[in-house]
């Protein structure tokens, strides 16, 4: 059973939503309610009040569609006063969609931005803010930073599947939801899908500063530059936000550096590698 869905899985013999579907029976026999949650939301879209993983959480910018003596026009848009009054929440887009319909964006976009519309609302006031009457509006990501999320949830089912089957060779066979196995299940499904590095030997506080001393090190930067993300300032933001020991402001931070870096790979014609690099420094989040 896992062992076919790995294989189906890593030579694209079935789509990720398919790959998704078939691991509900798995959730369902291992009887974990995280995995099972984790599934259903990455199939179904995520609801307005569950936590969104990390790695569905980027950086955009804001676009307003205009009439221009006629004609439409899109421009950006400087919204960074009310940004700031409302916590650095207007540069950043929550992807909360299903992965059907995010794959099904990438594949349908006919540029690399692409524009999630704002609500009316939102658009009328930030048409009062800008003292520009805005037709529409919408915050625009780089469909890498989409491919991002999908390759993100692929390679979490992924290695989750392979230490499940590490772990229990006979899974469909002998699998049995003793508390033994059920802490054994939660370990795992912790450390692959929330990349929590959760082990029941080490405290909290110590795990999360072994987290950030093992990857934060001069190889990241090495790695992120050998990608061609050789601008000085952008290296030396990376490594003033590894050494941030507080990790909202450092997910702030590694937030808004991403956005930087996407912009800065673009203009270089290297924008194939941003989802490389985001994956390297996933873990500073």
């Keep these: 059973m896992i062992k076919e869905l790995i294989n189906d899985l890593a030579f694209d013999k079935i789509t990720l939503n398919q790959g998704l579907t078939r691991a509900k029976v798995i959730s369902s026999k291992i009887g974990d309610s995280n995995f099972s949650n984790w599934i259903r939301s990455e199939l179904n879209g995520y609801s307005s009040d569950e936590t969104l993983p990390d790695y569905r959480i980027t950086q955009c910018d804001l676009k307003g569609t205009i009439d221009d003596f006629g004609g439409l026009r899109v421009i950006p848009i400087d919204a960074r006063a009310l940004d700031e009054k409302i916590g650095g929440r207007v540069y950043t887009i929550n992807l909360t969609q299903d992965i059907d319909t995010l794959e099904s964006v990438i594949r349908d976009a006919r540029g690399e931005e692409i524009i999630f ?9 930030l048409s009062e803010l ?5 037709v529409d509006a919408g915050k625009e990501v780089q469909k890498s930073q989409l491919r991002y999320v999908v390759s993100q949830t692929k390679q979490r089912l992924i290695d989750t599947l392979i230490h499940l089957n590490e772990t229990f060779p006979d899974f469909e066979n002998s699998y049995t939801t003793s508390a033994e196995n059920k802490e054994k299940v939660q370990n795992i499904i912790n450390n692959h899908i929330y990349g929590e590095n959760v082990n029941t030997n080490i405290g909290i506080g110590e795990n999360v500063s072994q987290k950030i001393d093992s990857k934060i090190t001069k190889q990241l930067l090495n790695d992120v530059e050998k990608l061609g993300i050789d601008d000085p300032e952008l290296l030396n933001e990376l490594e003033q936000i590894s050494n941030e020991k507080n990790k909202e402001s450092r997910f ?3 937030t808004s550096w991403i956005g930087k870096m996407t912009k800065f790979a673009i203009e270089k014609g290297i924008e194939l590698q941003v989802p490389l690099i985001i994956e390297k420094i996933n873990n500073l989040i």
Excluded at 117 to 125: A, D, F, P, V
Excluded at 130 to 134: H, M
């Design 130 to 134: 800008t003292r520009t009457y805005l």
């Design 252 to 254: 702030k931070k590694v």
């Design 117 to 125: 519309k704002m609500s009316h609302k939102l658009i009328s006031h």
